[in-house]
């Protein structure tokens, strides 16, 4: 079976941490190691990871970086496992069979260069499943469905394709999609983990729009078909914060359409 490195980034949240440690811990199948890259400001993590037992795959680093993707970054170079997952502090395997299941897919197609799942998230109050298939020609239409903690890789695609851009604070995950659009994809049609919608992704949530915007038209030029796209995000999710908004995605789930 192939080897699963975890790769954790994580910031003066202890809490958020020890959630996700304890979803991997859970695992049937352990990785290879977990990797807790810590760049904050506080020694509260550095302390729990010194002063508590954890298991012999979790290492760990503590020293502040210049952002996000640096932090990836850290924990992609340290890695040894042939497969990476980077599951943010906050996220969590949707159950304990995640990493098996992964493995298998792996296994079982040595082809595949990546694959993605189903994320539970919530939204105007409900939980939620979303998550399709990968499709290069909709990629104007930046995560839209593929969530990054569903990602995993294997290591030799970012040796072909680059890490994660420093110059994106946001974005970095779907400047990474648009240069490995052509690896070969498999999809994993079931919840792997579900999604902590504290992060910087859905706090600046608007932001993200804009630096999508820009990584698109980085790589396929001006397009006036990603701008309309994002204006509807924009749209949708200025809706979503209004009483009728939410009522309207109320009725949607009823009709079994919120991962359309």
């Given at each position: 079976?192939?080897?699963?490195?975890?790769?954790?980034?994580?910031?003066?949240?202890?809490?958020?941490?020890?959630?996700?440690?304890?979803?991997?811990?859970?695992?049937?199948?352990?990785?290879?190691?977990?990797?807790?890259?810590?760049?904050?400001?506080?020694?509260?993590?550095?302390?729990?990871?010194?002063?508590?037992?954890?298991?012999?795959?979790?290492?760990?680093?503590?020293?502040?970086?210049?952002?996000?993707?640096?932090?990836?970054?850290?924990?992609?170079?340290?890695?040894?496992?042939?497969?990476?997952?980077?599951?943010?502090?906050?996220?969590?395997?949707?159950?304990?069979?995640?990493?098996?299941?992964?493995?298998?897919?792996?296994?079982?197609?040595?082809?595949?260069q990546w694959v993605s799942g189903?994320?539970?998230?919530?939204?105007?109050?409900?939980?939620?499943?979303?998550?399709?298939?990968?499709?290069?020609?909709?990629?104007?239409?930046?995560?839209?469905?593929?969530?990054?903690?569903?990602?995993?890789?294997?290591?030799?695609?970012?040796?072909?394709?680059?890490?994660?851009?420093?110059?994106?604070?946001?974005?970095?995950?779907?400047?990474?999609?648009?240069?490995?659009?052509?690896?070969?994809?498999?999809?994993?049609?079931?919840?792997?983990?579900?999604?902590?919608?504290?992060?910087?992704?859905?706090?600046?949530?608007?932001?993200?729009?804009?630096e999508n915007i820009i990584v698109?038209?980085?790589?396929?030029?001006?397009?006036?078909?990603?701008?309309?796209?994002?204006?509807?995000?924009?749209?949708?999710?200025?809706?979503?914060?209004?009483?009728?908004?939410?009522?309207?995605?109320?009725?949607?789930?009823?009709?079994?359409?919120?991962?359309?």
């Amino acid at each position: 079976m192939p080897s699963i490195t975890v790769i954790t980034i994580c910031f003066n949240n202890l809490s958020d941490l020890q959630k996700t440690c304890a979803s991997v811990d859970t695992q049937n199948v352990h990785p290879l190691e977990h990797w807790i890259i810590d760049g904050s400001t506080s020694t509260e993590i550095k302390e729990w990871l010194h002063n508590e037992p954890q298991p012999a795959y979790r290492k760990w680093v503590n020293e502040r970086d210049a952002g996000i993707a640096d932090a990836f970054n850290k924990g992609i170079r340290l890695a040894s496992g042939e497969i990476l997952h980077l599951l943010n502090s906050g996220d969590i395997y949707v159950n304990e069979k995640t990493l098996s299941i992964v493995s298998n897919i792996f296994d079982d197609n040595k082809q595949v260069q990546w694959v993605s799942g189903k994320l539970n998230v919530s939204r105007a109050g409900h939980w939620i499943e979303i998550g399709k298939p990968f499709e290069k020609s909709k990629l104007y239409r930046g995560m839209r469905s593929v969530s990054h903690p569903t990602m995993f890789l294997r290591k030799g695609i970012y040796s072909r394709n680059g890490l994660f851009n420093l110059n994106y604070k946001i974005a970095m995950d779907y400047d990474l999609i648009c240069r490995i659009a052509n690896e070969p994809y498999e999809f994993i049609n079931c919840p792997l983990a579900t999604f902590d919608d504290t992060g910087v992704s859905s706090v600046n949530y608007l932001k993200s729009l804009k630096e999508n915007i820009i990584v698109y038209e980085s790589y396929f030029g001006f397009s006036f078909k990603c701008r309309l796209w994002q204006l509807r995000l924009k749209f949708l999710y200025l809706l979503l914060q209004t009483a009728l908004g939410k009522w309207l995605f109320k009725l949607k789930k009823k009709m079994g359409l919120e991962n359309a």
